[in-house]
T-cell receptor
Framework: AQRVTQPEKLLSVFKGAPVELKCNYSYSGSPELFWYVQYSRQRLQLLLR??SRESIKGFTADLNKGETSFHLKKPFAQEEDSAMYYCALREDSSYKLIFGSGTRLLVRP | GAGVSQSPRYKVTKRGQDVALRCDPISGHVSLYWYRQALGQGPEFLTY????????KSGLPNDRFSAERPEGSISTLTIQRTEQRDSAMYRC????????????FGQGTRLTVV
């Protein structure tokens, strides 16, 4: 079975500190990995996907197939980064997303 | 519309009642998905439509749950004889096509069964 694991329910950091939100997955094929974000009272939205290999709002994530990880990183956290972050997997030739349980990031001033 | 629209935003219903949740996808989006999210969990797949065809309903938990998208646009998720365990956030998403395009989510419907 495919699984996405986000081990931290809550991650609290101070403004300006580095952030790493962990995501591990189990899948034997070639997955597509995503990070979704939900800011307070807003809808779930795509933050980035591994095939794009781009930086969004200062966040990056690298797919490590050896470690089956897709950790989300940002060198200097901002207060506006406070939100729920969900890692998601889509297996090849599929359409459905498999989400982790989410990590709440709290950036304190 | 500008985005995926779901209604109602909040629904409180008594056990045993039927509820219908509506999703209006982004115009022109072929693919439509329903997810359910319990408190403290991530969204879980329920069902998927390609145009009006329900391609996959493997995530529907039991036969009290059904969904339709008769004209390939608006979709309705119906829960019959609701139970307390049905309480959750129900999220709808749409995408231009099923592969390699971003899925856009609606605001969700928070269902509470009392």
């Amino acid at each position: 079975a495919q699984r996405v694991t986000q081990p931290e329910k809550l991650l609290s950091v101070f403004k300006g500190a580095p952030v790493e939100l962990k995501c591990n997955y189990s899948y034997s094929g070639s997955p597509e990995l995503f990070w979704y974000v939900q800011y307070s009272r807003q809808r779930l939205q795509l933050l980035l996907r591994h095939i794009s290999r781009e930086s969004i709002k200062g966040f990056t994530a690298d797919l490590n197939k050896g470690e089956t990880s897709f950790h989300l990183k940002k060198p200097f956290a901002q207060e506006e980064d406070s939100a729920m972050y969900y890692c998601a997997l889509r297996e090849d030739s599929s359409y459905k997303l498999i989400f982790g349980s989410g990590t709440r990031l709290l950036v304190r001033p | 519309g500008a985005g995926v629209s779901q209604s109602p935003r909040y629904k409180v219903t008594k056990r045993g009642q039927d509820v219908a949740l509506r999703c209006d996808p982004i115009s022109g989006h072929v693919s439509l998905y329903w997810y359910r999210q319990a408190l403290g969990q991530g969204p879980e797949f329920l069902t998927y439509f390609n145009y009006e065809a329900q391609q996959d309903k493997s995530g529907l938990p039991n036969d009290r749950f059904s969904a339709e998208r008769p004209e390939g646009s608006i979709s309705t998720l119906t829960i019959q004889r609701t139970e307390q365990r049905d309480s959750a956030m129900y999220r709808c998403a749409s995408s231009l096509n099923p592969r390699n395009t971003e899925a856009f989510f609606g605001q969700g419907t928070r269902l509470t069964v009392v």
